[in-house]
């Protein structure tokens, strides 16, 4: 496995992002600890996890495997109760309790909020790092105005400033590419993507013209629904391109993520051990440019932007330089 810089941080993790939603939930903790042992002989060290993922189990989970393993580990996890300086605070002591360490190495507010203030949410991650409970601080979902918004806040202070963008991005949720990827490019914050598979809609798993499998995650989540609907011949054709490569659509579809100029590393989250083995190998899956572009026009979710002048020329030129 390819270790990778993260953004400005002079670290280097491993461009697979460990993703552990579903530990404590659909993967038991034995499993998660399989799991777990083989990707580090994978030479996957970075691990990302939640407070609220199974209500706190699965950071308890990880607390309980990654004994002896802790410095072989980069370790991300989120700000759970709001974003708020009291919220920052208690979170980080929550997860650092269930977590069993006294850091983690990388620290992320979940979401934003309408009525957040980025100066008490920047100050509060400062304190976080000051104490020594963080490494890094970083956020989730932010639209790039904000993170640079924050990130200005963070100089003008002398604060520590967000290094990371966790974000979604597949084929089907591409909004990243107007403002996201080309402030990742131009400022080298990091970028990690979740949702690369699209809930499993671009692993293969739901077969088109059937209907999606009743308690499965595609089955619970509408817009998952409408894209298999939407997109069905794109998606027969996705997975007949992976086919005639002896490749799996699942590892297609982390490649065709990986191609994306400023992306740091996609969490792949996993439930068994051969889904780690298959996530693993999908690092070794380099698209052409003819690939990228002919994988990528299976589907019309290019996002349409108004711009004067040159300016959508501008960025696109800029994006791939």
Known sequence: MRHVELGTTGVKVSEMCLGTMMFGDRCAEAEGARILAAAIEHNVNFVDTAAMYGQGRTEEI???IIKGKRDQ???????????????????????????????????????????????????????????????????CNYPAWLFAHSNAIAVRNGWTPLVCNQVPYNLFERGIELEILPQAVAERVAITVYRPLSAGLLAGKYVVGEDLPAGSRGAANSRIAVWFEKYSAGIRQFNEFAAQRDILPSQLAIAWVRHAPGVTAPIVGVSSLRQLEEGVRAFDVNLTADEYEEVTGMFDTAIKEEGGGKFIEWRRTYLNR
């Open 73 to 139: 580990l980069f370790i991300a996890t989120k700000v759970h109760k709001g974003v708020d300086a009291r919220s920052i605070q208690e979170s980080i002591g929550e997860s650092l309790a269930r977590l069993q360490t006294d850091h983690v190495d990388l620290y992320l507010i979940h979401w934003p909020a309408v009525t957040m203030h980025p100066g008490e949410v920047m100050a509060a991650l400062d304190a976080v790092v000051r104490q020594g409970k963080a490494r890094f601080v970083g956020c």
């Open 62 to 64: 990880l607390g309980r």
